[in-house]
């Protein structure tokens, strides 16, 4: 079993839809949360990071963390054509090295 | 700020051949990764760097992975030999706290 599953996905939406990212994870020494979005042909590029359990909002994104039942989200409002793109969680015990999910790939239709 | 530079940007070899990547990371950041991500799944790490000493290589095929860090600024990434089952996109990270910066990676298919 993978440290880290990621809904698997493909996800198609319509524009100004909400779409919901989820994550589970097995290894409880996991103190940071990352969502990376990553464009076709591109590196991953940090879009959120959390420490411990809650809620952070940043714009149109947020991210959830509920360590408890070991289970991440992101949420996206409103969303747009420019928001197609894999998103990938990740998520580490010490500074920087981080175990990821396999992504889940965005489609916003206009 | 720039960003974290790779090169090639694409490379195709024949399996049994030998091949090496590029990496100058952003300036300061003292740590350095490498992750091979094959199509379909998410970046899996190959080596960290913490300056010029190896903090985590335990993911490294070190039958036919090697890596450095020069001088605790640029680094190399080698395959030799090649195997089909080498063809990814390998990505060079660098950070200086709890998360990553990414360069475009390089395209690595082997035939």
């Known amino acids: 079993q993978k440290e880290v599953e990621q809904d698997p996905g493909p996800l198609s939406v319509p524009e100004g839809a909400i779409v919901s990212l989820n994550c589970t994870y097995s290894?409880?020494?996991?103190?940071?949360f990352m969502w990376y979005r990553q464009y076709s042909r591109k590196g991953p590029e940090l879009l959120m990071y959390?420490?411990?359990?809650g809620n952070k909002e940043d714009g149109r994104f947020t991210a959830q963390v509920d360590k408890s039942s070991k289970y991440i989200s992101l949420f996206i409002r409103d969303s747009q054509p420019s928001d197609s793109a894999t998103y990938l969680c990740?998520?580490?015990?010490?500074?920087?090295?981080?175990?990821f999910g396999d992504g889940t790939t965005l489609t916003v239709k206009p | 700020e720039a960003g974290v530079a790779q090169s090639p940007r694409y490379k195709i070899i024949e399996k049994r051949q030998s091949v090496a990547f590029w990496c100058n990371p952003i300036?300061?950041?003292?740590?350095l990764y490498w992750y091979q991500q094959i199509l379909g799944q998410g970046p899996k790490l190959l080596i960290q760097?913490?300056?010029?000493?190896?903090?985590?290589d335990s993911q490294l095929p070190k039958d036919r992975f090697s890596a450095e860090r020069l001088k605790g600024v640029d680094s190399t990434l080698k395959i030799q030999p090649a195997k089909l089952e080498d063809s990814a996109v390998y990505l060079c990270?660098?950070?200086?706290?709890?998360?990553?910066?990414f360069g475009q990676g390089t395209r690595l298919t082997v035939v």
């Open positions: 990270a660098s950070s200086e706290g709890q998360w990553a910066f």
């Open positions: 290894n409880s020494a996991f103190q940071y």
């Open positions: 959390t420490y411990s359990s």
């Open positions: 990740a998520m580490s015990s010490n500074a920087g090295k981080s175990t």
């Open positions: 300036s300061g950041h003292a740590t």
């Open positions: 760097f913490q300056n010029n000493g190896v903090v985590d």
